[in-house]
């Protein structure tokens, strides 16, 4: 099981009931745009630290087009929020309805990263956003900024993606759906993994009054610990630098292997990772089945397939990233395994009737005898 989080805004929260629940970190809105706090932020964070959550908050962005320029967000951002050593701090990017038709756009993302990088050079950046957002083709018409068009973006943090299911319940419950590939398809800006994946936007938390968002986090509390707040952190992994693999199951291989479609990530037992796009039925030939567990940031835990040949050749992925059609027939000649079966038979068979021959003979010899002796007693 992940480690989970919850986010919020205007919730109000009892931190000491959410960590009780099991979740091991919260995100609070902070700011918005250069003149927005949201009010209980700074109430939010001292419960989270006292509770003993990963404490974190975000801003959200809005266009420049008014003179809010990323940097002067960021600013703006950090005079509300104060210390961030012990935070999260994530940057949210998507589409705001009260400024359309103007939104924020990699221009706005970059400017208020650089100012975070340049002020806090150590501490990582969280990217929040979905492929609905960044990943809009620009407005031909228009050209505004109500559109991303895909941007690079990876090289500004980690990624923290939306993409939720339909189920309602706890965050036990509700993850139990999640299908493995959310967190390997509908990538984009360059990133080739998520580190954080918010995956319903309507939980049952204890403590929670109000509406907030749950999001997953493959690994231990150090962990993102050290992937979110404080790199220079010690890896506490002890399978960080490969993938384990528990069984592997060739029976009845090989077998074609038909992709969904999109990106599809294979991985290596070496830790190496590849992805290829495919388009919806594509194939290629899958050579075995295994079960695998490794470090969380190196691969999902799961059963996988290994591919035989194509671009992901020798690598695994994802059961949920294909479909295997039946068993390969495959022609066998077997002249030669029937020619060396009947050999020995075909000896023994001249063998006999060799040795029948012989009796024969004997047989005939001996009734020539009867035969002479019985004349010589006929005489007498």
Not at 2 to 9: E, K
Not at 125 to 153: C, E, K, Q
């Amino acid at each position: 099981m992940p480690l989970f989080g919850i986010d919020v805004s205007g919730a109000t929260v009892d931190w000491a009931k959410v960590r009780a629940s099991g979740i091991g970190f919260g995100i609070a809105k902070a700011t918005e745009g250069n003149g927005y706090t949201q009010a209980q932020i700074a109430t939010n964070l001292r419960g989270m630290r006292a509770a003993g959550l990963i404490p974190g908050a975000y801003h959200f962005l809005v266009t420049d087009r008014w003179g809010a320029t990323g940097a002067l967000q960021c600013d703006y951002f950090l005079s509300k929020v104060g210390d961030v050593s012990d935070l999260i701090v994530a940057l949210d990017v998507e589409r705001e309805r009260t400024l359309d038709p103007y939104q924020p756009g990699i221009r706005e993302v970059r400017s208020f990263a650089a100012r975070f990088a340049q002020l806090h050079p150590n501490h990582p950046l969280l990217i929040y956003s979905g492929s609905w957002y960044w990943n809009s083709p620009i407005n031909p018409d228009t050209r505004l900024h109500f559109y991303m068009d895909n941007p690079a973006g990876s090289d500004l943090g980690p990624l923290w993606d939306s993409f939720y299911v339909a189920t309602y319940g706890s965050l036990a419950a509700i993850y139990a759906t999640v299908p493995a590939f959310y967190w390997t398809q509908s990538l984009y800006g360059g990133w080739t993994t998520k580190t954080l994946l918010q995956f319903t936007s309507h939980p049952t938390v204890p403590g929670v009054t109000g509406n907030c968002d749950a999001s997953a986090f493959r690994g231990t509390a150090d962990e993102l610990k050290r992937f979110l707040i404080d790199p220079s952190l010690p890896s506490t992994s002890t399978t960080e630098d490969s993938m384990t693999i528990i069984t592997l199951d060739r029976t009845g291989y090989p077998r074609v292997a038909t992709f969904v479609g999109g990106t599809v990530t294979g991985y290596s037992p070496d830790g190496t990772t590849v992805h290829a796009t495919f388009a919806v039925g594509s194939t290629a030939t899958c050579t075995g089945t295994a079960s695998i567990s490794q470090d969380p940031q190196k691969a999902p835990n799961g059963t996988f397939r290994l591919i035989g040949d194509g671009p992901l050749a020798n690598h695994y992925v994802l059961t949920s990233t294909c479909t295997l059609g039946p068993a390969t027939t495959q022609a066998v000649d077997c002249t030669s395994a029937v020619a060396d079966a009947v050999a020995p038979l075909n000896t023994k068979i001249a063998d006999l009737t060799t040795k029948l021959s012989n009796a024969t003979s004997r047989i005939t010899v001996i009734k020539g005898k009867v035969a002479a002796t019985a004349a010589d007693v006929a005489d007498d």
